[in-house]
Each structure stands twice: as structure tokens, then as C-alpha cells.
């Protein structure tokens, strides 16, 4: 799988965020859960106007709970809007980061781009997760076309 090194500046996403446990997989089917929750109460719809036409973000942080992390849905934007939307804030961190692109209908293409990363990609690509929050792109489009494209961003160091 092919991938690129980027490095980006800090930058303020604001959106909606909900814990996420990893025991027995769950993760597989509550973060697709909670991306039809957001759409379906009209989360996707205001971030979508928040974020003036940029991508949407899916952001795994807060890794210091066993088991559990937490998975942002968000845009870009300004911190000043978040608290009068009913959002919540955070910065994405500068780093450089290794991009994969998924390319299928989601769940399932993307699911399977962050099993070959942590299955295939980090043990053997030379670089090791810088930790921090992980990143998946998702430009407007349809999520269930064969032909449609999103990224996974991993915030990486080179192995020395």
C-alpha cells in the first residue's frame, strides 16, 4: 500500500465526540454507528455548514483509557464557534504524518487500510506512530461508491 509523508501545521477542529470502546471489536461497529446517529440528528449537516465546504474528520484521541479511546466527528474551523453550536473543540497538533488513501465504500475500505497500517505498514515501513491523535479525511462524495476516497493520517517519526 502506497502512502506519502506530509507535515501540517496545527489546526482547531470542532465537532461532536463519543467514547468508544475496543473490547471484542467493538470499535468496528460504533464508530459507523455513530456516524449515522450524526447523520440522522443533523450533526453532518451543521458541520458541513461550519466547515464551509472542507472535509469532514474522524479523529481517534485520548488513548489513556484501557480499551476505550475517544472518536471526534468534526471540520475544520474556528474554536469561537464550537461553544455556541453545541460542539466541542480540540487541536489537531503540528506533525509530520504519513497518509494512506482507502479507496471503496465505507466501512469496509477504510477498515481494512487501518488493519494493513498497524498490521503490515508500522512494523515494517520504517517509521513508528508518533502518538497523538489519528486522523481519517473524508472528502464530500458518496461513502457507498465503489470508487470513493478518503485517507487515514498517522502522526509518524522515522525510525533512527
Request: charged share 25%; aromatic share 12%; hydrophobic share 40%.
Amino acid at each position: 500500500m502506497e502512502f506519502k509523508i506530509i507535515d501540517k501545521e496545527a489546526f482547531t477542529v470542532i465537532g461532536s465526540i463519543r467514547e468508544i470502546s475496543v473490547k471484542d471489536g467493538n470499535h468496528l461497529k460504533e464508530i459507523p454507528a455513530f456516524w449515522q446517529d450524526c447523520e440522522q440528528d443533523g450533526t453532518l449537516l451543521k458541520l458541513g455548514g461550519l466547515g464551509e465546504g472542507k472535509d469532514m474528520f474522524g479523529i481517534c484521541m485520548n488513548f489513556e483509557n484501557e480499551g476505550r479511546f475517544h472518536y471526534m466527528i468534526g471540520v475544520e474551523s474556528s474554536a469561537d464557534t464550537a461553544a455556541m453550536d453545541g460542539f466541542v473543540s480540540r487541536v489537531i497538533p503540528a506533525s509530520a504524518w504519513a497518509v494512506f488513501t482507502s479507496i471503496g465504500p465505507m466501512p469496509d475500505a477504510i477498515q481494512q487500510v487501518w488493519r494493513h497500517i498497524y498490521q503490515e505498514w508500522l512494523p515494517t515501513g520504517g517509521y513508528r506512530h508518533a502518538g497523538g491523535p489519528e486522523l481519517e479525511v473524508y472528502p464530500s462524495g458518496d461513502t457507498t461508491h465503489d470508487d470513493y476516497r478518503c485517507e487515514v493520517w498517522i502522526r509518524v517519526a522515522k525510525n533512527e
